[in-house]
């Protein structure tokens, strides 16, 4: 379990994050999305004791990363975001060092290796120079680096960044897999990944968490919203107030598309609001250029979530 509270980091007056606060339950796979520079290392760096946070507390698995901190870095395994491999090394020769870094018992070591290479599907490679690995097949080496204490919470930073679309399958059927087991947070640039392997979702932007929901929650959010696009002539802050009023309508965003108003209407998929949107505005004698459906994608969301001005929170 992680229970991250209110965590800031300051780099000089510049605030990488504010107030991250965050609860992932045992076993459950969660998704950390943010656009680049929104502060997803940061926490990450901070809840594995590499970085201190400014103000806030996280406890990991009941260890407490300030009062504890020995403990609490026990518990996690670490994927950053560069993996700092040794290239001259076998794979089963860095595991080794790794597990003796980790202050594991030589036996321990030994027997968990095997496991983390069948895990990771690493066989064929578990004697090769890592110098000599592949990138995906580098990323599993991280992996296998970090669940080979047996941590209970797992922080993985971009683990498929890279990787070629059929390595890709298999690197998240693998970390699909250590959910149930572990605790785990992920990040990513990559949304459909999110569907495919989490639990539950967290957006930070510019620093601050702006949703935190399970991944169906966000995608029926997505489905249950469509957009009628309308291209009227008339006042357009009178249009956009008389559009607001209608039921089933959630947002209505305003354009001057090239000397045209056009209104972006998000509304209930329940119901074709197109009749009645037309009827308003033939009877308030506005001239109607256009209307017409349009959908609103993952990326919609998640652009919207993310772009400052229209954060809904
Ligand atoms: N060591 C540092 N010194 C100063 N500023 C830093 C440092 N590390 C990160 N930052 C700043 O903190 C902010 C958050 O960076 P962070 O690396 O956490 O973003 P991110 O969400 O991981 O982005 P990306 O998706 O690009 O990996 C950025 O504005 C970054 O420039
Ligand atoms: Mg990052």
């Known amino acids: 379990m992680i229970e991250a509270k209110n965590l800031t980091?300051?780099?000089?007056?510049?605030?990488?994050?504010?107030?991250?606060?965050?609860?992932?339950?045992d076993g459950e796979v969660i998704g950390f999305l943010g656009p680049n520079g929104a502060g997803k290392t940061t926490t990450m760096r901070i809840l594995t004791g590499f970085t201190p946070a400014t103000s806030g507390t996280a406890v990991i698995a009941g260890y407490d990363i300030q009062s504890n901190s020995l403990e609490a870095r026990g518990s996690i395994g670490y994927l950053p975001e560069t993996v700092p491999l040794y290239t001259d090394m076998t794979v089963r020769e860095y595991l080794k060092f790794m597990g003796s870094l980790k202050k594991m018992d030589g036996k321990k070591i030994q027997s968990r290796i095997g496991d983390v290479v069948d895990l990771c599907r690493l066989e064929e490679y578990a004697d090769s120079m890592i110098g000599k690995l592949s990138k995906g097949y580098r990323q599993r080496v991280g992996i296998a680096q970090a669940i080979l204490h047996e941590p209970p919470v797992l922080v993985l930073d971009e683990p498929t960044i890279g990787i070629d679309p059929r390595q890709v399958v298999e690197t998240r059927q693998i970390i699909k897999s250590l959910g149930g087991d572990h605790t785990v947070i992920l990040s990513t640039h990559i949304l459909p990944e999110v569907s495919m392997i989490c639990d539950r979702v967290l957006i930070i932007d510019q620093g601050q968490i702006v949703?935190?929901?399970?991944?169906e929650n966000l995608s029926s959010k997505l489905g249950d919203v469509t957009q009628i696009i309308m291209n009227v002539q008339g006042p357009a802050t009178e249009i956009t107030r008389v559009i607001e009023q209608v039921s089933g309508v959630k947002n209505v965003s305003f354009t001057d598309a090239g000397g045209h108003n056009q209104f972006i209407i998000e509304c209930d998929p329940a119901e074709d609001l197109r009749t009645e949107l037309t009827r308003l505005t033939v009877e308030h004698g506005w001239g109607l250029e256009e209307i017409r459906t349009g959908g609103l994608s993952l990326e919609d969301i998640f652009l919207r979530l993310t772009t400052s001005e229209e954060t809904e929170k």
Do not use: L, Q, R, W
């Open 9 to 25: 980091k300051f780099y000089g007056d510049y605030p990488a994050i504010e107030n991250v606060s965050f609860t992932a339950e």
């Open 211 to 215: 949703a935190m929901d399970k991944t």
